[in-house]
């Protein structure tokens, strides 16, 4: 079963915009990661944020982390087509299995 | 260093046929997951090994799944009598330790005629 919901699903923009997808969360959780996923293969991974951690900063990547409200967004500032992947949120609570979600599908146009 | 590895990168088999998917972790990395992803979805868990046993299996679907690490490096995913809904991106992952990153690999396509 999967734990998290993205949203939106899928989102396009314009290369040089801002991307944000968001993540929802049902149970207490460890840490909460982000992938990248091109053409439905390898998972990369772009950041770890701790439960007991509000923001972090990787490059161009922001990814903030709210446990009240059970949620995660990751921003992605000055896109380029080259981002063009789908992004999954994963949480990993007391034990150690990633539990994803669905996924948001982001099309950056050139 | 060398990343996660598995082969084949795809596979295609006929219902009910044998099949062996292979996974060599990083090295050094004790903890090594299995994952199971459907097409439009997310990856689900399917097994997790510490060293060389079998910590937690809770994911596999049914007992024609089994895997094995005999000695604690490259795992093997067995599925027996495949079925059509058995296809499906194969993903092995491997970290550190539990709490920390998980990083994997190109995955197996699986395809199941």
């Known amino acids: 079963s999967q734990q998290g919901e993205e949203d939106p699903q899928a989102l396009s923009i314009q290369e040089g915009e801002n991307a944000t997808m968001n993540c929802s969360y049902k149970?207490?959780?460890?840490?909460l990661q982000w992938y990248r996923q091109n053409s439905g293969r390898g998972l990369v991974h772009l950041i770890l944020?701790?439960?007991?951690?509000r923001e972090k900063h990787s490059g161009r990547l922001r990814v903030t982390l709210d446990t009240s409200k059970k949620s995660s967004s990751l921003l992605i500032t000055a896109s380029r087509a080259a981002d063009t992947a789908s992004y999954f949120c994963a949480t990993v609570d007391s034990s150690y299995k990633l539990i994803f979600g669905s996924g948001t599908r982001l099309l950056v146009r050139p | 260093g060398a990343g996660v590895s598995q082969t084949p990168s795809n596979k295609v088999t006929e219902k009910g046929k044998y099949v062996e998917l292979r996974c060599d972790p990083i090295s050094g990395h004790t903890a090594l997951y299995w994952y199971r992803q459907s097409l439009g979805q997310g990856p689900e868990f399917l097994i997790y090994?510490?060293?060389?046993?079998?910590?937690?299996d809770s994911g596999l679907p049914n007992d024609r799944f089994f895997a094995v690490r005999p000695e604690g490096s490259v795992s093997t995913l067995k599925i027996q009598r495949t079925e059509r809904g058995d296809s499906a991106v194969y993903l092995c992952?491997?970290?550190?330790?539990?709490?920390?990153?998980?990083?994997f690999g190109p995955g197996t396509r699986l395809l199941v005629l």
């Open positions: 944020i701790r439960s007991n951690e």
């Open positions: 090994f510490q060293g060389t046993g079998a910590a937690d």
């Open positions: 149970t207490s959780i460890n840490n």
């Open positions: 992952a491997s970290s550190l330790n539990t709490q920390e990153t998980q990083y």
